[in-house]
């Protein structure tokens, strides 16, 4: 049963816009692993900023 609550909140979460720090994670140990991965708030917080901190990015 954990096995698809873990892949419900992935789902949720790519529903609602929320950063993913374990697919990030996954992404630099495969594509980038000579790099260290953020802290996950510094990821969530930059993640955050890059979405909504661009002027003429949101609708209103």
């Known amino acids: 049963m954990s096995d698809w ?3 419900a909140t992935a789902i ?3 529903i609602i816009g929320a ?3 374990g697919a990030y994670v996954a992404h ?3 594509c980038h692993p000579e790099r260290a991965p953020l802290a ?3 990821f ?3 993640r955050l900023a890059a979405r909504y901190d661009r002027p ?3 609708c209103c």
């Open 5 to 7: 609550l873990a892949r």
């Open 12 to 14: 949720l979460r790519r």
């Open 19 to 21: 950063p993913d720090y």
């Open 28 to 30: 630099l140990k495969v």
């Open 40 to 42: 996950e708030s510094d």
């Open 44 to 46: 969530v917080s930059e």
């Open 56 to 58: 003429g990015s949101r």
